[in-house]
C-alpha cells in the first residue's frame, strides 16, 4: 500500500557485465539517485539474471538496464538519454543512506547543498551549505555524505557541473504535514499563492509547446525556488519560468513554511493565453485547449 507520507523516488541506471552462462553479471553503477532501501531490491534482482546461451568465445557481454522507483504521483519530465550538455545523467550517489543519528524534537530539519564538480569522474565534489536549520552535527553528517558523490562519466577539463541536494530530516516522534495532491492545474496552483489579487502576467502558452508540466520546488522564504520542465530547455518558456518560480505559497503559518520547506508540486500549464491584472480576478483568464 502507498504511504501518502512517503513521496520519494529514485533512479538506477546500470550496466551488467557477463561472463559466465552460469553467473549472475557484475554490476556496473552508470547513474544512481535511488536511497539504500532501492538499490538492495535492484541488487537482488540483477543477482537472478543470467545468460546461459554465452560461449567462451563471445568474451564479455554488456547490457544497460534502468530502474526507476517513484511515490510522488508526478508525471516525469523530459530528459533525453543523449543530451550530452549535462553530466548529471551520471551522477552516483553513496551505496548507503545517510546516517545522521539521533534527532530530538517535534520539528524537522533541513539542509540545502550544493556540490561543485571540477575534477574528473574520480573526485569528490565542493560543498557548499547554502541554508539549514539543522544542528551542526546533522550538517556536518549531511556535507560528509554528499562528498561521496561521484560523476564517473566526467573528464578532467570539463567545465563544472553544480548540483543541488535537500536534506528533509525528521526526528522519529515528529509529525509533517506533505501536500495531498502532487499535481495542480496551473489557475488551482496561483489561487494558492501569496497576494494572488494583485498578480500581474501575459503569457502566450501556444509559443511555448503547450501543454507541459513543471515541478515546482518550495524553498521560499529561504532560499528562491525550483521550477523545471525537463531538458533540454525550451527558450520560450524561460521568462515563464522565472515568474512562476518568484511565485510563494501563502502558507498559515510558521509550522505550514517548515513542513512543506522542499516540497515538491507538479504544475499542469496548457495551451491559451494567461493574463492577470491586478484590477480584479475576472481578468484571470487561461483557455485551455482540449486533450
Not at 496551473?186 to 515541478?215: H, R
Amino acid at each position: 500500500m502507498k504511504n501518502p507520507h512517503d513521496q520519494s523516488f529514485g533512479f538506477m541506471r546500470v550496466q551488467l557485465h557477463f561472463t559466465s552462462p552460469n553467473s549472475s553479471p557484475r554490476v556496473e553503477i552508470l547513474q544512481n539517485t535511488a536511497r539504500e532501501d532501492m538499490q538492495n531490491r535492484v541488487y537482488r534482482y540483477l543477482r537472478g539474471y543470467r545468460l546461459p546461451c554465452l560461449r567462451p568465445e563471445d568474451g564479455e557481454v554488456r547490457a544497460v538496464q534502468e530502474f526507476r522507483f517513484d511515490n510522488t504521483g508526478r508525471d516525469p519530465l523530459p530528459f533525453p538519454d543523449d543530451d550530452k550538455s549535462g553530466n548529471e545523467q551520471c551522477l552516483v550517489r553513496p551505496r548507503r543512506d545517510i546516517k545522521p543519528g539521533f534527532m530530538s524534537g517535534d520539528k524537522p530539519f533541513h539542509t540545502v547543498i550544493a556540490a561543485a564538480f571540477t575534477g574528473d569522474g574520480s573526485a569528490p565534489p565542493e560543498t557548499k551549505v547554502l541554508y539549514s536549520n539543522a544542528p551542526e552535527d546533522l550538517v556536518e553528517s549531511a556535507k560528509a555524505w554528499m562528498q561521496e558523490f561521484r560523476m564517473p562519466c566526467r573528464k578532467a577539463g570539463q567545465a563544472p557541473r553544480v548540483v543541488q541536494q535537500a536534506f528533509i530530516m525528521v526526528p522519529a516522534y515528529a509529525k509533517r504535514r506533505v501536500f495531498k495532491r502532487p499535481q495542480l492545474t496551473l489557475m488551482e496552483f496561483l489561487g494558492l499563492t501569496q497576494d494572488v489579487e494583485t498578480l500581474e502576467a501575459d503569457f502566450d502558452f501556444t509559443t511555448m509547446n503547450c501543454p507541459f508540466k513543471v515541478n515546482y520546488t518550495l524553498y521560499g522564504p529561504h532560499l528562491p525556488n525550483e521550477v523545471s520542465a525537463g531538458k533540454p530547455i525550451d527558450p520560450n518558456r524561460v521568462l515563464f519560468l522565472k515568474w512562476l518560480a518568484e511565485r510563494n505559497l501563502a502558507l498559515n503559518d510558521e509550522r505550514a513554511a517548515r513542513d512543506l520547506f522542499g516540497e515538491v508540486l507538479q504544475i499542469q500549464v496548457p495551451c491559451g493565453q494567461l493574463h492577470l491584472t491586478p484590477s480584479s480576478s475576472t481578468s484571470q483568464t487561461t483557455q485551455e485547449s482540449s486533450q
